[in-house]
C-alpha cells in the first residue's frame, strides 16, 4: 500500500503572499494540498495525538537568501513527529541536490517518494530502497515510530468507513432495516475507534 492514501500536489500559486519569516501563513493552504494528512508519514492531523506545522524541505539554514523561507514549492504540511525528526538534516548540502549514495531526500510531493516507502497491511511504514530505508531509519525514525504509525492508520481507517456509513445513513428511511443495519455496523466500527484512539493516547502519554 502507499504511505499517502493521495499524492501530495502543491497549487502553483497559494492563495497569500507572506513576507520573509512568515511561512505558516500558508498552512491553510498546505493542509488542503496535502489532504490534512502529514506529508511524509501519512498520518491525519484529526487526531489529537500531535499538532501539525510547515516544515522546510530544504532547511532554512541551508537557503541563506538563495530560496526564500516562504517560498511555497518548499513547504511540507507535516506532523510535529516528522518535522522534530527530521529537522535540518540534508547530507548533499547542496539544497539542489536533495540526494546522493542513497541518503537524503525525495519530495513528498513527487511519485517517486512511494517507491522508496510503502505502508504494510497493517499500516506501518517500511522501506523499499536504500535511500527509503535511509528515510525511515535516519530522517523520521519511522523505525521507532512503528506502533504508534499503525494505530494512527487504524484510527484512519476506521473514520472513512464511519464516514461512508453516515452518508449511507443519510440516503435511507430511519428506522428501516437498512437503516437498522447500516446503524449497527457504524456502531462497532466507532467501538473500534474508540479502542485505538485509546490506545494511541496511552501510547503517547507513556513515552
Not at 21 to 32: C, I, M, Q, S, V
Not at 37 to 63: A, M, N, Q
Not at 124 to 141: N, P, Q, R, Y
Request: glycine content about 4%; hydrophobic content about 30%.
Amino acid at each position: 500500500m502507499k504511505v499517502r492514501d493521495k499524492l501530495p500536489i502543491r497549487r502553483p500559486e497559494p492563495t497569500k503572499s507572506p513576507n520573509e519569516g512568515n511561512w505558516t501563513a500558508h498552512k491553510p493552504d498546505l493542509r488542503e494540498d496535502f489532504h490534512s494528512h502529514c506529508g511524509y508519514c501519512g498520518s491525519y492531523d484529526g487526531y489529537r495525538h500531535t499538532w501539525y506545522e510547515v516544515d522546510h524541505f530544504i532547511p532554512k539554514s541551508l537557503l541563506e537568501g538563495k530560496i526564500s523561507d516562504v517560498e511555497y514549492l518548499n513547504l511540507v504540511y507535516s506532523c510535529k513527529f516528522c518535522n522534530n525528526k527530521k529537522l535540518a538534516k540534508w547530507p548533499t548540502e547542496d539544497i539542489t541536490i536533495p540526494n546522493v549514495n542513497d541518503k537524503g531526500f525525495v519530495d513528498p510531493c513527487d511519485k517517486e517518494y512511494e517507491s522508496h516507502l510503502y505502508r504494510t497491511n497493517d499500516g506501518g511504514i517500511m522501506w523499499s530502497t536504500d535511500l527509503g530505508k535511509w528515510m525511515w531509519e535516519k530522517a523520521f525514525k519511522f523505525d521507532e515510530r512503528n506502533y504508534a504509525l499503525k494505530l494512527l492508520w487504524e484510527l484512519n481507517q476506521r473514520r472513512k468507513l464511519i464516514d461512508v456509513f453516515i452518508i449511507a445513513l443519510n440516503k435511507r428511511e430511519e428506522g428501516s432495516n437498512e437503516y437498522n443495519e447500516i446503524k449497527t455496523e457504524a456502531e462497532k466500527l466507532s467501538f473500534e475507534y474508540y479502542k485505538y484512539d485509546k490506545a494511541l493516547i496511552e501510547h503517547y502519554n507513556s513515552i
